[in-house]
């Protein structure tokens, strides 16, 4: 797996260049925002619980035919199986996240998941549901505004300090790592 710097290193290494002016543009901005990218991971790690288990809940409540005999969320083997996997990719989208790289969510994760789903009868269109709400409960969660007409009487703010654009950058990183396990399972 590779990191933001790790990254500039295997880039410049194969064009035979010294790590120069772009690239370490971009490291330094990595640096200068370390700080927001750490709040955004803990903002994902400290509610991952309940997001998975709110996504999970609301593909199924969109697609109740999961819950019934034949579906891919029955009988109680499969329904935690499936929630593990909601665990599984959260967890891997925040590693990335932390490493300002897809190589570990890729790897790790992504790398034949499709294929496992096609030969174990997943759907990938409920699973892809689920990980769009992630993705909008993880924007909401590191910009720590989270909705109250979602959350009700669960919703729990950070108290970030970061107001002035709520970290738009790292909300957009983040959204791109969805859009990769969106993408793989397409
Ligand atoms: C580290 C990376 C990693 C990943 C990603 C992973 C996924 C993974 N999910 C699996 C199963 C599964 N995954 C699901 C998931 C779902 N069913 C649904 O209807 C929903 C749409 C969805 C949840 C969102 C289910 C139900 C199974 C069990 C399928 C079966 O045994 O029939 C399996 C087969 C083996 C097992 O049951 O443990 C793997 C390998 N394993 C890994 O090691």
Partial sequence: MLDAFS????????????I?????ASLRSFVAEGNRRLDAVNAIASNASCMV???IAGMICENQGLIQAGGNCY???????CLRDGEIILRYVSYALLAGDASVLEDRCLNGL????????VPATS???AVQIMKAQA?????DQPSESFAGNRLRKMGSPVVED???????EASSYFDRVIAALS
């Fill in 7 to 18: 990254r500039a290193v295997v880039n410049a290494d194969a064009s035979t260049k010294c």
């Fill in 20 to 24: 120069g002016g772009d690239d370490l």
């Fill in 53 to 55: 288990s709110d996504a």
């Fill in 75 to 81: 009988p109680n083997r499969r329904m935690a199986a």
């Fill in 114 to 121: 499709k294929e496992t789903y096609t030969a174990l009868g």
């Fill in 127 to 129: 699973t892809i549901r």
């Fill in 139 to 143: 924007a909401a969660h590191i910009k």
């Fill in 166 to 172: 709520r970290c738009a950058s790292i909300v957009a």
